[in-house]
């Protein structure tokens, strides 16, 4: 995979498009476990939302580079 993608004319790193997407899929994410009550049962909600967003982009960035 390059490591950069030509987006009009400018090249964009491959982990920004990851980034993008992990941010996208942490909202829809967040937005489930927030109306499923989860959040009511974690010690620190902040830390466990910013544990599944790097958890999430991780796994994009993986997926990016294969």
Request: proline share 5%; aromatic share 10%; charged share 15%.
């Amino acid at each position: 995979m390059p490591r950069e993608i030509a987006l009009l004319d400018a090249l964009v790193p491959t982990l920004l498009l990851a980034f993008l997407a992990s941010i996208v899929l942490h909202m829809v994410l967040d937005r489930v476990l927030g109306r499923c009550g989860v959040y009511r049962h974690v010690w620190h909600p902040a830390l466990f939302r910013l544990g599944i967003f790097v958890c999430i982009f991780g796994v994009c960035g993986l997926l990016a580079l294969r």
